[in-house]
């Protein structure tokens, strides 16, 4: 797999992991739900109500609804900051379907559900889970057309099939009696009961071979895979689920941005920063080593919000989310739990801060810990398509991989990533080493099968590296590439990164007192046959003309507009790019010609190219890439390529 074009710059902190400043977006029109409720058709007006809640109250959200033959019966309906919306009034022919879209921690989403009378329809991961098992359609087909599929028997059974794989689930957070999904007492950001329900699950569609649900445990063990009627795997609460005091969670989020309101507040005695870290808070805050403590990373944080992320700009007066909880290790003392890090400022922009964060409990209270691993070990999920334009007949090509960053540290010389596949079993990815001669190396690097070709090398005393910042392990297409994938879907989102002090990779190397990290992945690559219906945006005809026409001479500049939709649905875009070369578009490289920053609602741009490489002719290869995250973290990158000096039929190369 080729890399990305534009080789995001990485931020000016390490703990800035995936900095992409993002801005709230309308609500977009690809996916679909129901709730449980009568099956009856309602035709007079009567109001709607309900909550939007992801664990977290959605954030800034937008919410609309369609009636049962697609016409649209409200539209960008505010969700307050609690996750409520309100008095929306019922025309048309039910059952009616919901989709609520915004900020769920640093990934913008939308979630699902439906009603057939007045009343309550709250709208969750669980009432989007209920309304694919419900039809066994994804989400974003139920949005359109028809909603024939939709039926109180079937809405009524998937919500008995969630209910019964989550039994152990519902029973930690204190509920005994049936607990309707849809029309249930939810209050988010309480952590308790139906939105205690959930913190402590993942919930996750997809498509393979069916529509599917996946739930992963926050709070416990074991991977849940369900189609509609069917369902393999468990899921069971760990044993201090049930006791684990959540609620505090809010508290220490209003009080951090309280302390982000200014300098003096900051750093003040009793109420600044410090007051609310862990003793042992740990922070990287460039390549080196972590900090130490809470008063160095304190230090930390107010001198970073002092800078900004570009160094200059400041940023006081930023609020933190409601933080979405991640998986909680609750083996020690007290618990250490993942959380989304991610402010917002005045203007609606979203900044998330870092990866892998954490909080625990001290004192009584809850606690900023900082980074939950010692070392800086990353993963995430890329998929890329690239459509050559400049043929009567497009070619598109399609590439998806997954990316892990270990930190060089001193004495480290290798390290193995490993996932469980459905019964299990270890099953290993990919092996990283030091790349030799290389000066400062940040992090290890791809071993592969002979260090220029796409194989990775699984033997680690047989191979060799590419260069000093490999990270992608590429993803054949079919099936090789798809038991990968499925063995994420099936056997839990999550890595094992084990370290080895020795390039055979047999001695271990510690860290504090380990060797051996899990790992989320940051969303999970499709397989081959859905590729093509992620939410890939489409460039208009003028901007295609332009690309396929664009010539630039040697040291001239000169503007490029460009408009594109989202005929698949929202997408959370972040940055455009301009590339005479694709060999020489990396930072700071010749065929880089401009890249610009974007907001997700962005529809169009204009980008400044400025060619101080070699004259780009009409004939030569051009290519303009817009680049966003998905729901569930998956980075994809969408490519538009010209080079009518290649052979017709093939991809621009």
């Known amino acids: 797999m080729r890399h990305p074009l534009p080789a995001r710059q990485r931020p000016l902190l390490t703990l800035l992991a995936s900095a992409a400043t993002l801005a709230l ?58 996750g409520q919306y309100a008095d929306v009034t019922l025309t048309g022919t039910g059952p009616y379907r919901i989709e609520a879209c915004g900020y769920a921690g ?48 079937s809405l009524e059974g998937a919500q008995s099939q969630l209910r019964t794989s989550l039994s152990s689930v519902l029973i930690s957070a204190g509920i005994t009696a049936p607990l309707d999904f849809i029309s249930g007492s939810l209050s988010a950001g309480s952590r308790s009961g139906y939105d205690g329900v959930l913190d402590a699950i993942g919930v996750s569609t997809g498509e393979d071979d069916h529509a599917f649900v996946q739930i992963t445990p926050r709070l416990g063990t074991g991977n849940l895979y369900m189609t509609q009627g069917t369902t393999s795997g468990n899921v069971t609460a760990a044993a201090g689920a049930s006791s684990l005091q959540l609620g505090g969670l809010e508290d220490l ?8 309101a200014s300098p003096s507040a900051c750093t003040d005695a009793n109420t600044g920063v410090a007051r609310y870290l862990a003793s042992n808070a740990q922070m990287s805050l460039g390549d080196g ?7 160095q990373v304190a230090q930390g944080l107010c001198q970073f919000f002092g800078q900004g992320e570009d160094g200059s700009t400041a940023m006081w007066g930023s609020h933190l989310l409601s933080p979405v909880l991640g998986r909680c290790d609750l083996s020690g003392a007290e618990p250490l739990c993942k959380v989304s890090f991610v402010l917002q400022n005045a203007q ?35 998929a890329q398509r690239t459509v050559r334009l400049d043929s009567a007949t497009p070619v598109v090509e399609y590439d998806r991989a997954l990316a892990f960053e270990v930190q060089v540290m001193p004495g480290l010389q290798c390290a193995r990533v490993s996932q469980r596949d459905a019964d299990g079993n270890e099953v290993d990815i990919a092996y990283y080493k030091r790349h030799p001669g290389a000066v400062n190396q940040a992090r290890l690097s791809l071993w592969t099968a002979d260090g220029f070709g796409q194989g990775v ?19 054949p297409q079919g099936a090789a590439g798809d038991a990968v994938v499925r063995n ?16 055979a990779c047999t001695t271990a190397f510690l860290v504090g007192s380990r060797s051996q990290f899990d790992v989320d992945v940051q969303g999970v690559p499709p397989v081959s046959a859905a590729l093509a219906t992620l939410p890939w945006p489409e460039l208009d005809a003028a901007t295609r003309s332009a690309l396929r026409g664009l010539a630039m001479d040697h040291g001239t500049s000169r503007e490029f507009p460009a408009a594109w939709t989202f005929p698949a649905g929202p997408l959370g875009l972040g940055d455009s790019t301009f590339c005479s070369s694709r060999e020489t578009c990396g930072d700071n490289g010749v065929g880089r ?60 190369h």
């Open 25 to 82: 977006a309308a609500c977009g029109a690809g996916s679909s739900t129901t709730s449980a409720g009568a099956g009856t058709v309602t035709t007079s007006s009567s109001s709607l109500s309900g909550t939007v809640a992801v664990g977290a109250p959605i954030a800034n959200g937008k919410l609309r609804v369609i009636d049962a033959t697609g016409a649209v019966v409200a539209s960008d309906v505010t969700v307050d900051a609690n």
């Open 348 to 382: 609606g922009d979203v900044q998330p801060v870092g990866e892998e964060m954490g909080v625990t409990r001290e004192g009584g209270e809850w606690r900023f810990f900082g980074d939950l691993n010692p070392i800086q070990v990353h993963a995430s999920a890329k």
């Open 106 to 153: 640093a990934n913008y989403q939308c979630v699902y559900s439906a009603a057939t009378a007045a009343g309550t329809a709250n709208v969750t991961p669980l009432t989007t889970a209920t309304l694919l098992l419900a039809t066994g359609q994804a989400p974003a087909t139920l949005m359109e057309g028809t909603a024939g599929a939709l039926t109180a028997n």
């Open 253 to 260: 989020f209003h009080h951090l941005s309280d302390a982000f």
């Open 488 to 503: 994420f879907y099936r056997g839990g989102r999550s890595v094992s990164v084990s370290l080895y002090s020795d390039a």
């Open 289 to 295: 080593a972590p900090v130490q403590g809470a008063t």
């Open 457 to 475: 090398s699984l033997d680690p005393t047989t191979g060799s590296t590419r260069s000093e910042d490999d990270t992608w392990v590429a993803l």
């Open 593 to 652: 010609l401009a890249s610009r920053r974007l907001r997700p609602s962005a529809t169009s741009t204009t980008l400044t190219l400025s060619n101080g490489g070699p004259t780009v002719n009409g004939d030569d290869d051009k290519t303009f890439s817009l680049g966003g995250r998905t729901a569930d973290g998956v980075d994809l990158q969408a490519n538009f390529s010209s080079c009518p000096s290649q052979g017709s039929g093939q991809a621009c």
